[in-house]
Nanobody, 120 residues
Framework: QVQLVESGGGLVQPGGSLRLSCAASGSTVSNYWMSWYRQAPGKERELVARISSDGAATVYLTSVKGRFTISRDDTRNTVSLQMNSLKPEDTAVYLC?????????????WGQGTRVTVSS
């Protein structure tokens, strides 16, 4: 079992920055793909950024490319999301996800989320 705890959310003005962190416990996540999703009120959950287990590959939602950066530190069992040039439309609950492929499919773990509000 993997437990994920997000932190770093809060209220920030448009154009500002935040750094979200996701701390994993219970097991190493070095062999997991790690992702950040977000869900805004009344909207579907969407993938924001994903990083491969070896850190070599990343994927970003088109609207955050060039503004957000996902990174991982397997020595600390953490994954981070640096968010710059924030916009009001980035307001959402951000959730950390750990995914591992197994012969029967995938194993997914989720955190509880951290709220990000971008507003003046």
């Amino acid at each position: 079992q993997v437990q994920l705890v997000e932190s770093g959310g809060g209220l920030v003005q448009p154009g500002g920055s935040l750094r979200l962190s996701c701390a994993a416990s219970g097991s190493t996540v070095s062999n997991y793909w790690m992702s950040w999703y977000r869900q805004a009120p009344g909207k579907e959950r969407e993938l924001v950024a994903r990083i491969s287990s070896d850190g070599a590959a990343t994927v970003y939602l088109t609207s955050v490319k060039g503004r957000f950066t996902i990174s991982r530190d397997d020595t600390r069992n953490t994954v981070s999301l640096q968010m710059n040039s924030l916009k009001p439309e980035d307001t959402a609950v951000y959730l950390c996800n750990a995914r591992r492929m197994v012969p029967a499919g995938t194993i997914d773990y989720w955190g509880q989320g951290t709220r990000v509000t971008v507003s003046s």
